[in-house]
């Protein structure tokens, strides 16, 4: 029987987590850490990367992270703060995986009190308000967040990763990436091809890419399913101009999925303006609340929801793009001065939350759902706008909660 080594990285384990330390001014996902991230750990222990307070996240190492099921947590004066709620902890423990559909809110447990069943007192933090400060207005600038999958047929020689990326990239007319890797610091100069080629040598398995450029930051999954390969992006683009131009590259990235939906099939797509680093990294602040902008339905979407554009109330913005044999949605939401919460709300109500939730694929609900996990409202209560169930002009009220009921979070979004 072989001796059990513990990882490199490792600096505590405990009963519902693994503790890794780090003191770097700017926590990378370096190779040793993306190892660790992958492994399959005991039965409900997680990773919990616990650094100071100015350290900073990149997007690489937050998503693998979320992906994980991982948290973050930044050490203070009085203790311990969640690096992404911006929630006071007693203890390094007890932390819900931010991926993880339905997680307790912050600082609660689970019905059965831990992995054992029973309760434990010592690590039962108790629900808190966020207490970290705002990020100032000079630390932050504007920025575009899209989520998207496309599909691909598995037989295309001419598939290439990363097209939709570029061509998202200068709708808005940010300059293309300049490089991508599995692990950071990124070890390949930007080549489509040879990302695409990576990713088919590493078939069935997944894989997951950190792409970098002046003015955006991504990551771009690949999957092999029943359907071919799909492709999820999560991409975050600095706004040209900065809060001076939001409502032009709003308009930009919107024709841009219009177009995407005539040289590729998308699935579904979200975009999100938001205030970010001007690096695009992560710091344990508090950042403005994010804004939706644009919500695509894309074809195949489209035809196994069996949507129509009657589906929509008269007073939802529904532009339909792509082909005329397969039509998908492109539903405008908010702007620089108006809110798409509602917007998004309504739309994907009409859609029904439910049907959405089976069709959206892992990797894109575990990126909608960490752009959105301070604003979702999941108390299943019936909104204004619900279509009528019955002939009392009421909706219906409904059983299950309804995850994609999307709400700003009362003290601001991360």
């Known amino acids: 029987m072989g001796i059990k080594i513990r990882h490199p990285l490792v600096d505590e384990v405990l009963k519902t987590v693994v503790r890794v330390d780090s003191r770097a001014s700017v926590v990378r996902l370096s190779p040793a850490l ?21 350290s900073r996240l990149t997007i690489g190492l937050r998503t693998a992270l979320v992906a994980a099921g991982g948290s973050w947590t930044v050490t203070t004066a009085q203790g311990f ?20 559909p339905g997680a307790a809110a912050p600082g609660l447990h689970e019905p059965d009190g831990g992995p054992d069943g029973a309760a434990d007192a010592e690590h039962d933090d108790p629900p808190l308000e966020p207490t970290s400060r705002d990020a100032s ?20 020689s001419d598939t290439y990763l990363g097209e939709a990326l570029e061509a998202m990239a200068a709708a808005v007319g940010v300059s293309e990436p300049r490089a991508w890797g599995r692990t950071e610091p990124l070890d390949h100069a930007w080549d489509r091809w040879a990302m695409t080629q990576d990713a088919r040598h590493h078939y069935p398995a997944a894989s997951r890419y950190v792409v970098e450029g002046e003015h955006l930051s991504a990551s771009v999954t ?40 005539r040289t590729a099939t998308p699935t579904f797509a979200l975009v999100l303006a938001r205030m970010g680093e001007h690096d695009r990294s992560f710091r344990a602040v508090t950042y403005p609340p994010p804004n939706p ?27 339909v793009v792509g082909a005329p044999t397969s039509p998908a949605y492109l539903l405008p939401l908010g702007g620089s001065e108006l809110s798409g919460w509602d917007a998004l709300h309504d739309a994907l109500d009409s859609v029904g939350n439910a049907r959405v939730t089976t069709l959206v694929e892992p990797p894109l609900l575990q990126a909608w759902e960490d752009d959105l996990h301070d ?40």
């Open 34 to 54: 993306a190892e660790l991230l992958e492994r399959r750990l005991p039965a409900r222990r997680t990773v919990v990367l616990v650094t100071p307070e100015t």
């Open 81 to 100: 703060r969640d690096g992404l709620t911006g929630v006071d902890r007693l203890t390094v423990e007890v932390h819900p995986p931010l991926s993880r």
């Open 137 to 156: 207005p000079d630390e932050i600038t504007a920025q575009l967040s899209l989520d998207v999958t496309l599909l691909h047929e598995a037989a295309e």
């Open 222 to 261: 690949a999957r092999l399913t029943d359907r071919g390969v799909e492709e999820t992006i999560a991409l975050t683009l600095d706004v040209p101009d900065g809060t001076d131009g939001l409502d032009t590259a709003i308009a930009r990235l919107r024709e841009g999925l219009s177009g995407l939906t």
């Open 293 to 319: 902008v644009a919500l695509l339905i894309g074809a195949p979407s489209v035809a196994e929801l069996g949507l129509h554009e009657q589906i929509f109330a008269e007073s939802q913005d529904v532009v």
């Open 375 to 414: 604003g979702l409202d999941r108390t299943g209560e019936p909104h204004p706008h619900d279509a009528p169930a019955s002939g009392t002009g009421r909706a219906e009220p409904r059983d299950e909660p309804r995850a994609w009921d999307a709400r700003p979070h009362p003290e601001g979004g991360r």
